[in-house]
């Protein structure tokens, strides 16, 4: 099974973790030797050509974007598209997955069609969505529906078809029908595996935004790192890079937190 | 003095396996675990059945249930064939398949809702209060499985079961997964919600001991292929206490019991 999140589990071999609080310590720990080891590369010289910039002078180009060429309406259109990938990936992967989970026969035919379609790189499918949608808004945001939703499928199957099957018996003893069964047992032990399924998505599309954009795009982050290549602005390629990786971050964070609201009756919730 | 021994010839809730055959293919060979299994259990009854690990209990179970079919033979409850679940037939599972996004209240609650036996909001709330006392689960009704012990998840289990009123009772090992002390405190529990609530009852089990304390009869299974081996009836008064474990008909009973699982078996070992 597919899962982003990490079991703060006691189990033998693995070092528990005392609390939230030790756990945000020690993520920002982390940020501080990934800084100081770009600082330490970036120094040393060891990468040759035009090198590595600082942090300082990517921070520092960073507010330059955002004050003189309105980097904010980048990341606001990005940010736009991805969401709405995500959110048409997922609904349409819904169903599927749904229908794979159920009914083993097409799954077993699905199956091995859909890691092809996962793995092929969404760069790979630019030139081709060109020629079929052409190079408007529709074009770019297809790259990330198809994306969210071979990533999201997957989750969404593998999950559902995961679920203790002793649920649905009891649900049936009790006098559920299909429906029932449906409606009221298998679509809420389903929760857990519709926010995993959302936030594997929401990861695949910022890494395929760079990609998706490359379709003509005017603006938006992946358009600001292919527009830094092609002028050779190395610090305003990492300013890029950086405020995706940010952003998927941050609306990751936020996906944790309603998840963890709204699935707090898990045994091993987090 | 209460006794849930049913000497009317009522038939109406009467669990009845009849010449039950059942084999299972596993890694294309052929496991018979049943062979013209015969015996009952009579309306109002509590009987347990027991057997070596293995020896098709569960599948016995799951007939009644509804979940599995016989090759040969029949389960009948009343005069109708088992043929699918029902919320007539009620079962407790050995891992409580509570459901784990639902309130204590709500999971007893969750079969009331539903269409095949829907009541109105005030009954519901009057049901589950009824159940939530009888099983010791006052001030836990707003809290959720994770938050209990399994011993409460199972009395949950429990409560769910008797909420929809089911006319007969299946359990498969409840308590295999509790504690010894546990154990007895939730045998007693039950015993006394049989009394109080009776119903036929089929209880799975291994533990001669719990066998003999909730029983009117046990039922004594052979190795596979399994077929019965002896009934034994269980003819301590009711209520059973504590003190009945102590009893001379009680240990003596638990020596018979226990013999049996122990020799291995004969043909001539078996009677009816
Ligand atoms: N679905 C199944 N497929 C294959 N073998 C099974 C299946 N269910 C049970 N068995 C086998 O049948 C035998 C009886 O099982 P079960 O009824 O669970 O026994 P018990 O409950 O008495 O321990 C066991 O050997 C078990 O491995
Ligand atoms: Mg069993």
Known sequence: MTTVTTPSSTSRGRVALANTSSRIGLGILGAIIAVLAWY?????????????PRPDEVVRTGWVMITEQDLIFDLRVSMTRVTIGVAVGCVAALPIGYLLAWYAPLRAMAEPLVNFFRALPPIALVPLVIVY???????????????????GVVVLYEGISAIDPLLIRAARVLGANRWEVFSRTVVFASIPHFFTAIRVALGVSWATVVAAELVAAQRGLGTVINDAASFYRIPDMYVGI??????????DLILRLAQRRLTGWQEKSR | MTSIVDTSP????????????KHYERGGERLQVLKDCTFEIPTGEFVSVIGPSGCGKTTLLNMAAGFTRPDDGSVRVGDTEVDGPSPSRGVVFQQYAIFPWLTVAKNIEYGLTLRANKRPRSERREIVQRYVELMGLGGFEKAY????????????????????????LLMDEPFAALDAQTREFMQEMLHETVLQERRTALFVTHSVEEAIFLSTKVVVLSTRPSRVREVVDIPLPMPRTAESRLTKEFVDLRGHLEHLLRTPTTDAGRTT
Do not use: H, W
């Open chain 2, 10 to 21: 009522d038939r109406s809730q009467t669990i009845a396996y009849q010449g039950i055959g």
């Open chain 2, 145 to 168: 499985p994770k938050e209990l012990s399994g011993g409460m998840r199972q009395r949950v289990a429990i409560a769910r079961a008797y909420a929809t009123d089911p006319s007969v």
């Open chain 1, 40 to 52: 330490a590369v970036a120094l040393s010289g060891i990468v040759s050509g035009e090198g590595v």
């Open chain 1, 133 to 151: 949608f052409g190079i408007g808004e529709g074009a770019r945001i297809s790259i990330l529906i198809y994306a969210s939703f071979f990533a």
């Open chain 1, 242 to 251: 950086a405020m995706i990786g940010f952003t998927a971050l941050v609306m």
